[in-house]
């Protein structure tokens, strides 16, 4: 079933009846533009339905993408302290909802303002506009994801708020436009990916539990 974001339907709105009015006025010009720009927003903002396989040992991708960073990095605005860092590069074409990457309790939702540069770059993350969240995984402690604006991407949206429960590949906000998401876990996470990696939101495993690959292994030795 083809579904969109509510955030998405007063661009669609817009540059519909754009297309109706330039048409009614044979403003033939400005009617393939605006036809053109209904479309693309149809297109960007489809918010597909996705069965997310739960695992309390796994996170999930908590957004389409590439992956461009992966990285030891110290998370400075709440956690102060060293953390898995990986951040997903979202472009226009990829779907922009957000997901949840465990089952968890959203500790606190904050937004910082900043400049808009090219979300790719390692700078976006610290100086780009940006909402955080800290969400307190039911198996894991406390994690945070960033949902960081870009160039083109001028506003998150974060449906959550403090005290909300979330399930592991729920959606709980999106990004408009070309933007990034990075996502700080604990440092007994093995990374399941490498660079340039494509992901998608609520079915790609980008890292596990270390616990669970050593118990996999005892398992295996027990059966051998």
């Given at each position: 079933?083809?579904?969109?974001?509510?955030?998405?339907?007063?661009?669609?709105?817009?540059?519909?009846?754009?297309?109706?009015?330039?048409?009614?006025?044979?403003?033939?010009?400005?009617?393939?533009?605006?036809?053109?720009?209904?479309?693309?927003?149809?297109?960007?903002?489809?918010?597909?339905?996705?069965?997310?396989?739960?695992?309390?040992?796994?996170?999930?991708?908590p957004a389409d993408g590439?992956?461009?960073?992966?990285?030891?990095?110290?998370?400075?605005?709440?956690?102060?302290?060293?953390?898995?860092?990986?951040?997903?590069?979202?472009?226009?074409?990829?779907?922009?909802?957000?997901?949840?990457?465990?089952?968890?309790?959203?500790?606190?939702?904050?937004?910082?303002?900043?400049?808009?540069?090219?979300?790719?770059?390692?700078?976006?993350?610290?100086?780009?506009?940006?909402?955080?969240?800290?969400?307190?995984?039911?198996?894991?402690?406390?994690?945070?994801?960033?949902?960081?604006?870009?160039?083109?991407?001028?506003?998150?949206?974060?449906?959550?708020?403090?005290?909300?429960?979330?399930?592991?590949?729920?959606?709980?906000?999106?990004?408009?436009?070309?933007?990034?998401?990075?996502?700080?876990?604990?440092?007994?996470?093995?990374v399941k990916l490498k660079?340039?990696?494509?992901?998608?939101?609520?079915?790609?495993?980008?890292?596990?539990?270390?616990?669970?690959?050593?118990?996999?292994?005892?398992?295996?030795?027990?059966?051998?």
């Amino acid at each position: 079933m083809f579904q969109l974001a509510r955030e998405g339907y007063p661009f669609i709105v817009f540059f519909a009846i754009v297309t109706m009015v330039s048409l009614f006025f044979r403003i033939n010009w400005l009617t393939a533009i605006a036809l053109i720009l209904t479309l693309f927003m149809l297109h960007f903002f489809r918010d597909p339905d996705r069965n997310t396989q739960h695992d309390p040992d796994a996170f999930i991708a908590p957004a389409d993408g590439r992956i461009v960073l992966i990285t030891k990095a110290k998370e400075n605005e709440f956690l102060d302290t060293e953390m898995l860092k990986i951040g997903i590069f979202m472009s226009p074409l990829n779907v922009h909802v957000n997901r949840a990457p465990c089952d968890g309790t959203v500790k606190s939702v904050k937004h910082y303002p900043g400049k808009f540069f090219n979300a790719s770059t390692d700078d976006a993350s610290i100086l780009n506009e940006h909402i955080t969240m800290v969400l307190e995984c039911n198996d894991h402690g406390p994690i945070v994801v960033k949902q960081i604006a870009g160039t083109v991407a001028r506003r998150a949206v974060c449906r959550v708020k403090p005290g909300d429960t979330v399930k592991q590949g729920e959606r709980y906000g999106m990004i408009k436009f070309s933007s990034r998401v990075d996502i700080f876990l604990p440092l007994n996470t093995e990374v399941k990916l490498k660079l340039d990696d494509k992901v998608t939101a609520g079915k790609t495993v980008i890292a596990v539990r270390k616990q669970k690959q050593a118990d996999n292994g005892h398992q295996s030795a027990t059966d051998s």
